[in-house]
């Protein structure tokens, strides 16, 4: 198999990106992607971003843009070497270096970011490391890539990307799982439209509503109120174990810890317990085995109400950082007054028949997340190997 060495800059345009005007309101809150690297952390395609410009915001950095199929690489700190693929106009900050409008008769784009993604620790390598690690435009495009024919490149692309595709299938089908999950609380719990016992929505079936003192608001007939702390347990310590998790992938609430929860048949919930100045309350939970670092406050509740502690944490998500989170700069959870929430307990046989609904579809989220984990081992353990040319591909 032959290659040859050609630089970035000669397979399409590098491009750095800029930031629009932070001060002028006619740039922001628009519809169009702004990429920061944080919006890096996903398993190749950015979809969405964290903050959003308009078309005026877009036109104020215009040479800074890009458009159609584009690569991003992180090249500033411990993002450094990070990679991702975005399709269509959009703007990245200045943190990203973007390969845009690749000359696709000379290499196929997906090689391109597989190679880019074995790469990230010689990307740090060949950084200006100061106390900051930054890989500079001037040097990113002279990094020398190995290019196989386009017909090699192509065998290795479908190997590679076939997995990533069942990867990106699979969180799509967890993502629509969650919604579905979140559609029957809300129809249930929120608006009070749970089967009655002729199997009809409860309220507006004519349904007994009463009014509850605690909570300052009607409930249906025979639900209550407790505080939080009356309902949930908090990292059960018999169900700890230690061990070294660093790429547990896919849980969804955690960074990598030296400690796993193991739920045993239970869910658990996640809250950050410190937030940057702006910054907002972030709600996730989990069934099954999880890593949780030091930051998270790792809870799961008694019963039934484990299937909807996570929703009702979610519902208060929006007004948690202004209420619960409190101190300068780097704010901290108050988890006490979190504590003494209070919140709506439905009867029991409610309880287990969302229960049934929601083990079942959280059992189908763990399967497909534990299949994602062996799918990104499968890849990691490839990618080096093909593009090293230690194994090859057959047609």
């Excluded at 660093?246 to 960074?255: L, M, W, Y």
């Amino acid at each position: 198999m032959t290659s040859k060495k050609v630089m970035l800059k000669q397979i399409g345009k590098i491009v750095t990106g800029k930031t629009p005007a932070t001060d002028n309101l006619n740039f922001w809150n628009g519809e169009i992607l702004f990429i920061s690297p944080t919006d890096l952390h996903v398993n190749m395609w950015v979809k969405d971003t964290q903050r959003k410009i308009t078309e005026r915001g877009l036109n104020s950095i215009r040479t800074n843009a890009i458009s159609g199929l584009s690569i991003l690489v992180g090249c500033i700190g411990w993002d450094m070497g990070n990679v991702a693929i975005v399709n269509g106009t959009c703007a990245t900050n200045q943190q990203i270096n973007s390969i845009t409008e690749i000359k696709t008769e000379l290499v196929n784009p997906y090689y391109v970011y597989y190679w880019l993604k074995n790469k990230k620790d010689y990307l740090f390598r060949i950084s200006n490391v100061t106390r900051t690690p930054i890989l500079k435009k001037s040097l990113f495009e002279e990094v020398e890539i190995n290019l196989p024919d386009k017909q090699y490149q192509d065998r290795i692309v479908k190997l590679l990307k076939n997995i990533d595709d069942t990867i990106e299938n699979n969180v799509a089908i967890i993502d629509k799982l969650r919604l579905v999950v979140k559609t029957i609380y809300d129809y249930w719990f929120l608006q009070f439209e749970f089967p009655n016992e002729e199997g009809k929505p409860y309220k507006s079936s004519g349904g007994k509503m009463v009014w509850n003192e605690e909570l300052q608001r009607d409930i249906p007939e025979g639900w209550g109120s407790a505080k939080l702390k009356d309902v949930i347990v908090e990292n059960p310590k018999s169900k700890i174990k230690v061990g070294d998790v660093k790429n547990i992938g896919e849980v969804p609430f955690f960074t990598s810890g030296a400690e796993i929860l193991s739920t045993n048949d239970s869910i658990v919930s996640g809250l950050n317990c410190y937030l940057n100045t702006g910054g907002n309350a972030d709600v996730k939970y989990y069934y099954g085995e999880a890593s949780y670092s030091t930051d998270t406050w790792c809870i799961t509740a008694e019963d039934g109400m484990k299937y909807i502690l996570p929703f009702i944490l979610d519902k208060i998500k929006p007004s948690m950082d202004k209420v619960f989170f409190q101190g300068t700069g780097l704010r901290h959870l108050q988890k006490n007054l979190l504590r003494e929430y209070r919140l709506c307990i439905p009867d029991n046989d409610v309880l287990k028949k969302f229960e049934k609904i929601a083990r079942d579809i959280f059992v189908q989220q763990h399967n497909l997340l534990a299949e994602n984990r062996k799918l990104e081992s499968l890849k990691e353990f490839l990618l080096p190997l093909l593009m090293n040319g230690q194994v090859t591909v057959g047609e």
